[in-house]
């Protein structure tokens, strides 16, 4: 795991929306896993713009979402399929045919499941994995205690996970209990992952996750055991590291990033 800290939100969005973008230029047919959330809004107007201003082409991408709330359609507007085509899909070139969500309103939920770990797997594996970090820990919505080698399921999430998103919601109680995420063995499975968290609200979590035990209880730990993970964050969210001056002089001297600084 390599941690990149730079100085605001948007210096920190904008150097993943390059590095996607890079991705997709080397690879026009990359499979790229997307997260949803506030964090995930401004990276998806950077993404946008590098579209409309400099041509970058999502045309033969293929996406896999995290998750989605069990219940809920895709025409609903609290859905991750409304975030996302609001948000990316439906102002960039990428065939919707290719963009992929779980369906939180299929007939068996388990199946669903299981099916989309098919279509990832049939697709060639996930390239590059983008993940937020929720304030328990979780990447998608593997809640604590989540298992390190897990597959794409419906898991019950946890009261401080619904007092975070509900307020999202018209009316906080509608927000679904239940959602389908991928597994933290499926997101360990991608090539590349890229972890983005910004501002204060993220510190603590941060510096447990990266610096912290591996351990159920916060699965974004479970990253320090992928062989390439980069977490990218602005200087609030790195306030409570220890080695927050190794993490800054690593970004200077790595030739990996010396094109972005």
Known sequence: MEVIILPDSDAAAGLVANVIADAVRAKPNLVLGLATGRTMERLYTRLVRLHTEDGVSFANVHTFNLDEYVGLPAEDKHSYRHYMN???????????????????VA???DTECADYERRISDCGGID???????????????????????RTRAKALTPQT?????????????????????GV??????????????????????AEAVEGPV??????????????CTVIIDESAATKLKQHEYY??????????????
């Open 107 to 109: 007939d068996e939920i």
């Open 128 to 150: 590059l994995q983008i993940l937020g970090i929720g304030n328990t820990g979780h990447i998608g919505f593997n809640e604590p205690l989540s298992a390190m080698y897990s």
């Open 215 to 228: 351990t159920s209880m916060i699965s974004a730990s479970a990253m320090q055991l992928h062989p390439k």
């Open 185 to 206: 063995g499926t997101i360990l499975d991608a090539r590349r992952c890229i972890l983005l968290a910004t501002g204060e609200a993220k510190a603590g979590i941060i």
């Open 86 to 104: 609001e948000h990316l899909f439906d102002q960039v070139d990428v065939d919707l045919a290719n963009t992929h969500l779980p369906n939180g």
């Open 162 to 182: 619904i007092a975070q998103n509900s307020p999202l919601f018209d009316n906080p109680e509608d927000m679904p209990r239940r959602a389908i995420t991928m």
């Open 248 to 261: 800054r002089w690593l970004f200077e001297n790595e030739p990996e990033w010396e094109s972005y600084r």
